[in-house]
């Protein structure tokens, strides 16, 4: 079955540096990926998708790129700020269609001043 | 504003009671999703449903039930029969077409069972 894998541990960094989160996936070439922010005792907010074909998208301070070789996805956040603070998870996609996702657990980011 | 209501936000059961959980949307999305998080565990899939009067089990849909009669609405009924019921529940909707391929979520009702 899929498998997704991101860092169970939070990840600390300053203000102003660049966050770089991890997405490993086993099992599956999904067509597409996804990564989500999520608030403590919120909904998942959508941030970025990224096709199979693509290797790289950008919207505004973010960045995520695909690696379907390495199975892996990258999402980094530059010129960090305390208010991106929060989990960020991963998804792809499933076979069989129906926007079926399977998510990862999620990294903790904590920005700090 | 367009997006997804669920309600209750909070919710405390006692075993052996069902419990129905809200999840409205006014994006005028055809499909809409339920999941579970737990501590530790990515977002499971419990039931979804692309269409009006037409739903599907997820990866987790024993000891829960759902419907949807109209397109706005797809509550679920947390039952008796689910062992470990205590969990936070986010709804969500897409559209299937065009298929940007995002969810947008509601912002999740937290059930303890007592």
């Known amino acids: 079955s899929q498998k997704i894998e991101q860092n169970s541990e939070a990840l600390n960094i300053q203000e102003g540096k660049t966050a770089t989160l991890t997405c490993n996936y086993t099992n599956y070439s999904p067509a597409y990926l996804q990564w989500y922010r999520q608030d403590p005792g919120r909904g998942p907010v959508f941030l970025l998708l990224?096709?199979?074909?693509?290797k790289e998208k950008r919207k505004e301070r973010l960045k995520v790129t695909f690696d379907t070789t390495l199975k892996q996805s990258l999402f980094h956040i530059t010129a960090s700020q305390p208010a991106d603070s929060a989990t960020y998870l991963c998804a792809l996609d499933r076979a069989g269609g129906g926007n079926k996702l399977t998510f990862g657990t999620g990294t903790q980011l904590k920005v700090e001043l | 504003d367009g997006g997804i209501t669920q309600s209750p936000k909070y919710l405390f059961r006692k075993e052996g009671q069902n419990v129905t959980l809200s999840c409205e949307q006014n994006?005028?999305?055809?499909?809409m999703y339920w999941y579970r998080q737990d501590p530790g565990q990515g977002l499971r899939l419990i039931y979804y449903s692309q269409i009006v009067n037409d739903f599907q089990k997820g990866d987790i849909a024993e000891g829960y039930s759902v419907s949807r009669e109209k397109k706005e609405s797809f509550p679920l009924t947390v039952t008796s029969a689910q062992k470990n019921p205590t969990a936070f529940y986010l709804c969500?909707?897409?559209?299937?077409?065009?298929?940007?391929?995002?969810?947008?979520f509601g912002e999740g009702s937290r059930l303890t069972v007592l």
């Open positions: 994006l005028n999305h055809d499909a």
């Open positions: 990224i096709r199979e074909n693509e």
């Open positions: 969500a909707s897409t559209l299937t077409f065009p298929n940007t391929g995002e969810l947008f």
